[in-house]
């Protein structure tokens, strides 16, 4: 799936965006036709369309003060993700498993009246932030090759609040931003647990923000139906299970049961999308 990033300034150096994405591992092409942004979106030619075509613009709805910083806020997310990757599609697939499941908890769930079409525009995109914290975190922790001690997992474990208080910085510099608020609110609280014993902040219930509460599930269910150093990608059946088992422990209820209903969903992106490396 193709990310585009909106630059409605013609004093931006787009050249140099598109440098800068490249290193960090995206496909870039530059466009102001809607026709080729579309036909390099179904055809996956490139991850990232540059354009300063208003009619996208007024459609993917980014806060004009927000722009020019959406190059650094994306490409830190690969950045942050590609460090101890082994999941190459992990962003877009959590992208798609967060939708999948705001479409569903919007029609049917108690949460329906919380969850509009600008809540799922945001948490598509914010769900790429959920870890950008770990660009705080060294390397000898994140890519150790073993089981981390107890004190390397508590170190692991702050980059919930090292990625919102990058966000909060990016908040508070370039104002209110729907997509960054819900950003920090995911990179905070999506290793939250339903029964309060998760981290950083023991939050449980509905204490936990939705879209994090959320993430949690699309985050889990991409870590159990991928392979990684540490295990094989479990089948289908096996990854439901594990998530039903989650239910009203781990997870919100609720979104389980949502999660229920649409696990076929999950199952064609997983397939979609899966690591060009596994
Ligand atoms: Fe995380
Ligand atoms: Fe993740």
Same mark, same amino acid.
């Given at each position: 799936?193709?990310?585009?990033?909106?630059?409605?300034?013609?004093?931006?150096?787009?050249?140099?965006?598109?440098?800068?994405?490249?290193?960090?591992?995206?496909?870039?092409?530059?466009?102001?036709?809607?026709?080729?942004?579309?036909?390099?979106?179904?055809? %996956?030619?490139?991850?990232?369309?540059?354009?300063?075509?208003?009619?996208?613009?007024?459609?993917?709805?980014?806060?004009?003060?927000?722009?020019?910083?959406?190059?650094?806020?994306?490409?830190?997310?690969?950045?942050?993700?590609?460090r101890d990757?082994?999941?190459?599609?992990?962003?877009?697939?959590?992208?798609?498993?967060?939708?999948?499941?705001?479409?569903?908890?919007?029609?049917?769930?108690?949460?329906?009246?919380?969850?509009?079409?600008? *809540?799922?525009?945001?948490?598509?995109?914010?769900?790429?932030?959920?870890?950008?914290?770990?660009?705080?975190i060294s390397d000898l922790i994140l890519l150790k090759n073993a089981?981390l001690t107890?004190d390397e997992y508590?170190v692991m474990?702050?980059?919930?609040?090292?990625?919102?208080?990058?966000?909060?910085?990016?908040?508070? %510099?370039?104002?209110?931003?729907?997509?960054?608020?819900?950003?920090?609110?995911?990179?905070?609280?999506?290793?939250?647990?339903?029964?309060?014993?998760?981290?950083?902040?023991?939050?449980?219930?509905?204490?936990?923000?939705?879209?994090?509460?959320?993430?949690?599930?699309?985050?889990?269910?991409?870590?159990?139906?991928?392979?990684?150093?540490?295990?094989?990608? *479990?089948?289908?059946?096996?990854?439901?299970?594990?998530?039903?088992?989650?239910?009203?422990?781990? *997870?919100?209820?609720?979104?389980?049961?949502?999660?229920?209903?649409?696990?076929?969903?999950?199952?064609?992106?997983?397939?979609?999308?899966?690591?060009?490396?596994?």
């Amino acid at each position: 799936m193709s990310k585009v990033l909106i630059l409605n300034n013609e004093n931006v150096d787009f050249e140099n965006v598109k440098a800068l994405l490249e290193k960090s591992g995206y496909s870039v092409s530059i466009s102001k036709s809607v026709s080729d942004l579309v036909n390099a979106a179904i055809n %996956k030619k490139s991850d990232v369309i540059l354009t300063t075509t208003e009619s996208v613009q007024n459609k993917v709805n980014i806060h004009p003060a927000m722009e020019t910083q959406m190059e650094t806020i994306f490409s830190l997310a690969k950045l942050a993700q590609s460090r101890d990757d082994d999941t190459g599609e992990h962003l877009t697939r959590v992208q798609n498993y967060c939708r999948i499941l705001s479409e569903e908890l919007a029609k049917n769930s108690p949460y329906s009246q919380l969850i509009d079409n600008d *809540f799922i525009t945001d948490i598509v995109n914010a769900s790429t932030l959920h870890d950008i914290g770990k660009v705080g975190i060294s390397d000898l922790i994140l890519l150790k090759n073993a089981k981390l001690t107890e004190d390397e997992y508590e170190v692991m474990k702050t980059h919930t609040i090292i990625g919102a208080q990058t966000l909060e910085d990016v908040h508070s %510099k370039f104002g209110d931003n729907s997509f960054i608020r819900m950003g920090k609110i995911i990179a905070r609280s999506h290793h939250e647990r339903w029964d309060g014993k998760g981290y950083p902040d023991g939050l449980s219930g509905e204490h936990i923000p939705l879209p994090a509460r959320i993430m949690a599930i699309a985050d889990v269910y991409d870590a159990l139906s991928t392979k990684r150093v540490y295990k094989d990608a *479990f089948p289908q059946e096996k990854c439901v299970q594990i998530i039903k088992e989650g239910r009203g422990t781990q *997870f919100d209820p609720y979104i389980v049961d949502a999660f229920l209903r649409v696990a076929d969903k999950f199952d064609d992106v997983r397939q979609m999308f899966c690591d060009k490396v596994s």
